[in-house]
Structures are given as structure tokens and as C-alpha cells.
């Protein structure tokens, strides 16, 4: 009979670190995935993962059981990529030429039709990763929870630990930044 998650907690806790390791293997999917959303290249995710690992074992004795040990993991997950992507926070500048032909159609669509410019998705999607890659940390994370991972306020609150309104705060002021950024690159294209 395979032990609980419970009990492997309690060995890893009392210093068998083998017993983390089955919790590492049920759990590692799913980090992959949301590091996955954060980063870009792969070396990185894996960084991220592994920190979120580290950290979750070190922290262990901060896990009080009140919440699913998922639960727990998860907004750890979250908030390392968060560390992460404030802490390679570049100057992501990309220049209208550096956009595909599929997303500059896409985008051209878009500024004379709007309601029409939904055929291509997968243009659309690019585009919206490039626009996702140069908002700042705390914008890109929130509106990667709200808008992607449909998040809600409270739900982001508890992950981020930020209070309930400075999340719906940092949530306008993301929609402004992503619409400042469209805007600048449908100027780009046109002047």
C-alpha cells in the first residue's frame, strides 16, 4: 500500500528526503506547465522548477496541512515565477519588423475590422505572447492568472498574497499597459 501524501510529508519533515520524491514525481507536471507560462526558454523552466522543488522542501515545515499540499505547492510555483520574471526583467522592447507576417496581417485586421480579425487564432496568440513578454512582472502575472488561468480576484489574492484590492489595482493598470504597448506597435506599423 502506497503512503498518503500526509505521510510522506511527515517522513521528509523527520528527515527522510526520499520520501519528497514520490511528491515531486505526482506534482512536477503541473509545475512544468504553469513555469511553462512564464518563461520562454526551456533551461529556464526547468530552473524554475527545480527552485520551486528546492524551496517546497525546505519549506515544509511551513506547510500546516489547513489547505491540500497542491494547493500549497502551487502558489509557491506561482510566486517563484514571479521572483523569476522580476528578476530577469529586461528591456523587452521588440520593434514592430520583429513581428511575423501572420501577426502583422492580424493586427491589420484588427485595427480596420475588429469584430472580423478572429479567423486566425494562431496569429492572434503570437501576438499576444508578445505583447505578454514586455509587461512588466507584477502585470504579466496578473493577467495571467485573471485572464488566462480565469483566476479570480480572491483566488489571485491568496496566491500572490497581495490584498484583494491592490490586485484589482495592478489588474487596471495591466490593461493599460498592454493597451499603451498595442498602441505604440500599431504606430510603429504606421508611421
Known amino acids: 500500500m502506497d503512503p498518503t501524501?500526509?505521510?510522506l510529508i511527515s517522513a521528509a519533515r523527520n528527515g527522510n528526503p526520499a520520501s519528497f520524491e514520490p511528491l515531486v514525481a505526482k506534482y512536477q507536471g503541473r509545475v512544468f506547465a504553469t513555469a511553462r507560462r512564464y518563461a520562454r526558454r526551456e533551461s529556464e523552466v526547468e530552473d524554475i522548477v527545480q527552485e520551486v522543488f528546492i524551496k517546497?522542501?525546505?519549506?515544509?515545515n511551513g506547510f500546516r496541512g489547513e489547505a491540500p499540499f497542491e494547493h500549497w505547492l502551487?502558489?509557491?510555483?506561482?510566486r517563484t515565477c514571479y521572483d523569476f520574471l522580476r528578476g530577469h526583467q529586461r528591456n523587452r522592447e521588440t520593434a514592430f519588423t520583429e513581428l511575423s507576417e501572420p501577426e502583422s496581417d492580424w493586427l491589420d485586421r484588427f485595427v480596420v475590422e475588429p469584430d472580423s480579425a478572429s479567423e486566425d487564432a494562431d496569429a492572434a496568440r503570437q501576438l499576444v505572447d508578445k505583447v505578454l513578454?514586455?509587461?512588466s512582472p507584477a502585470a504579466r502575472l496578473v493577467i495571467m492568472l485573471?485572464?488566462?488561468e480565469e483566476k479570480?480576484?480572491?483566488?489571485?489574492?491568496q496566491i500572490t498574497g497581495w490584498s484583494v484590492p491592490l490586485v484589482k489595482v495592478r489588474a487596471f493598470r495591466a490593461r493599460a499597459e498592454m493597451k499603451k504597448i498595442l498602441t505604440k506597435m500599431t504606430k510603429d506599423k504606421y508611421m
Open 146 to 148: 485573471l485572464e488566462i
Open 56 to 60: 517546497a522542501f525546505q519549506k515544509l
Open 5 to 7: 501524501e500526509a505521510e
Open 133 to 135: 513578454s514586455r509587461l
Open 74 to 78: 502551487m502558489r509557491l510555483a506561482v
Open 152 to 157: 479570480s480576484v480572491k483566488e489571485i489574492a
